[in-house]
């Protein structure tokens, strides 16, 4: 059996996607993994899997500066009910934890939504294991992906 990190590299290949693995020690917090890499938050991207009423499953690609704005998801996916799924429901629809997700060599291909944000972007993903970030051109693996891209995040709420 593949590590994440092997499926996603062999599915990014099969893609003709170039992609740069970072390891990196775990961090407790997006923000504290943009410190470690360098880069600000905008440029890590959450793959959230997002649960449909039919109980099937999306991805919704999310700067994380930014969260999912839930009206404009349903209204670009055009549902009247998503929810986020528990932990253990997402690594079986994905076959990852979360805070490795990808839709990159992910154990069902689900369909990829992504905000406009990362457009014309470097951004860091989830690698598919713990201790990793993934680097990749946004544009290319939104194309890669078939991505439905649109506005579909707002401002992180106050904490």
């Given amino acids: 059996m593949q590590s994440g990190r092997e499926r996603v590299a062999a599915d990014a290949a099969a893609r003709g996607l170039e992609v740069e693995f970072i390891e990196r020690m775990r961090a407790n917090s997006l923000e504290e993994a943009a410190e470690i890499l360098g880069i600000t938050p905008a440029d890590?991207?959450?793959?959230?899997?997002?649960k449909r009423s039919d109980g099937?499953?999306?991805f919704a690609l999310i700067p994380g500066d930014r969260q999912i704005s839930w009206p404009k998801l349903r209204a670009v996916v055009g549902v009247n009910k998503l929810q986020l799924p528990a932990p253990e429901l997402a690594l079986e629809a994905t076959g990852y934890e979360r805070g490795t997700i990808t839709p990159l060599g992910s154990t069902t291909a689900w369909p990829v939504f992504a905000d406009a944000g990362m457009v014309g972007r470097r951004v860091s993903m989830g690698a598919g294991e713990h201790g990793y970030s993934l680097f990749v051109e946004a544009d290319a693996v939104l194309a890669s992906l078939d991505a439905t891209v649109a506005d579909i995040s707002e401002p992180l709420a106050a904490r």
């Fill in 56 to 58: 099937t499953f999306l």
């Fill in 44 to 50: 890590i991207v959450k793959s959230l899997v997002v």
